[in-house]
Structures are given as structure tokens and as C-alpha cells.
């Protein structure tokens, strides 16, 4: 389980997040599209998994914080021209983009990998993102001289 939580101060969106991490509750913060601070907890046993987030988010609910609503995020494409259908090796590429994602976006609070597509003549990972100019430039950052440096565009489905 997991909560995520932005405030936009000064213009700058930031997050603050935590999460049950065995018998810790990992908390993470910083500004969006950067990597941020990480503190560990012991989790209280006699609390719930999200009352012991709450607990441990109680001062940033109180300064105002705030869930961001999935529909509320942009949905962000990085897409890849393939041959037909794709291949088992585009697959896997997909599949191991996806993970790279995930920590990616996960660890700069900006949202997460949603899965991907494959098939006539293109493949997609899709993300959904809270700030999609800070996630593209975090992206295209990160891709750089990497195998997955060939993709073909990153967009905004919202604004297709």
C-alpha cells in the first residue's frame, strides 16, 4: 500500500509519499521530477497499513497536501516503431522499459508505468504522470545512450 501526496508551493509541485516496506513505512519526499529524501519507520503494529501512512503523513496532510486523482494525471507515451507485430526481443524491451519506468517516475514523484502495446507497426509504454513536461524532460534524461534511446516520440495521449 502506498499514498502519494503534492502541494504546488511557489510554483513548484512536490510530493511527499510513504509506504509499507515490510515492517518499516518508507517515506520519500522532494520536488517533482527529482529524486528527493528517504526516511525509514517502524511500522506500529497495532495500526492498520494506511493508518500507519497517514500517521507518518500527518504533518504534510496538515500543511496541505493532498492526493493528485488518477484522472487528474496525464497520460504520458513513449512510442517505438516496430516491424508488423513486433518481436519476442520488441517485447521484452517493453516489458523492461516498463520496470525502468516505474523506478524512474516512481522515484521522482512524478506517477508510474501503466503497462504497454505492441502491434501494427508501433509499440507503446504507457505512464501516467502528474506534470507531463517535467516526466518528458525526466524521460528523455534518463533514456539518453541507453537501449531505449531509439524511440520514435514521447507525447501526451490527452492532447492527440
Same mark, same amino acid.
Given at each position: 500500500?502506498?499514498? %502519494? !501526496?503534492?502541494?504546488?508551493? /511557489? &510554483?513548484?509541485?512536490?510530493?511527499?509519499?510513504?509506504? $509499507?516496506? *515490510?515492517?518499516?513505512?518508507? =517515506?520519500?519526499?522532494?520536488?517533482?521530477?527529482?529524486?528527493?529524501?528517504?526516511?525509514?519507520?517502524?511500522?506500529?503494529? %497495532? !495500526?492498520?497499513?494506511?493508518? /500507519? &501512512?497517514?500517521?507518518?503523513?500527518?504533518?504534510?496532510? $496538515?500543511? *496541505?497536501?493532498?492526493?493528485? =486523482?488518477?484522472?487528474?494525471?496525464?497520460?504520458?507515451?513513449?512510442?517505438?516503431?516496430?516491424?508488423?507485430?513486433?518481436?519476442?526481443?520488441?517485447?521484452?524491451?517493453?516489458?523492461?522499459?516498463?520496470?525502468?519506468?516505474?523506478?524512474?517516475? *516512481?522515484?521522482?514523484?512524478?506517477?508510474?508505468?501503466?503497462?504497454?502495446?505492441?502491434?501494427?507497426?508501433?509499440?507503446?509504454?504507457?505512464?501516467?504522470?502528474?506534470?507531463?513536461?517535467?516526466?518528458?524532460?525526466?524521460?528523455?534524461?534518463?533514456?539518453?545512450?541507453?537501449?531505449?534511446?531509439?524511440?520514435?516520440?514521447?507525447?501526451?495521449?490527452?492532447?492527440?
Amino acid at each position: 500500500m502506498m499514498l %502519494k !501526496l503534492y502541494k504546488r508551493v /511557489n &510554483l513548484v509541485l512536490q510530493y511527499h509519499e510513504a509506504w $509499507v516496506n *515490510g515492517a518499516k513505512i518508507t =517515506e520519500h519526499w522532494g520536488v517533482v521530477g527529482e529524486r528527493g529524501t528517504t526516511a525509514e519507520h517502524k511500522r506500529n503494529k %497495532k !495500526l492498520a497499513e494506511e493508518e /500507519n &501512512l497517514e500517521q507518518v503523513l500527518a504533518k504534510p496532510l $496538515v500543511d *496541505g497536501h493532498a492526493p493528485v =486523482e488518477l484522472d487528474d494525471h496525464a497520460i504520458l507515451i513513449i512510442e517505438f516503431p516496430v516491424k508488423d507485430m513486433g518481436t519476442r526481443q520488441d517485447l521484452n524491451k517493453r516489458h523492461a522499459l516498463e520496470e525502468r519506468m516505474n523506478e524512474t517516475l *516512481g522515484w521522482t514523484g512524478l506517477g508510474h508505468c501503466d503497462g504497454g502495446s505492441i502491434g501494427s507497426g508501433t509499440m507503446e509504454v504507457c505512464c501516467f504522470v502528474v506534470d507531463f513536461a517535467i516526466a518528458k524532460r525526466v524521460i528523455e534524461e534518463d533514456l539518453k545512450q541507453t537501449k531505449f534511446a531509439d524511440y520514435s516520440r514521447i507525447y501526451d495521449e490527452g492532447a492527440e
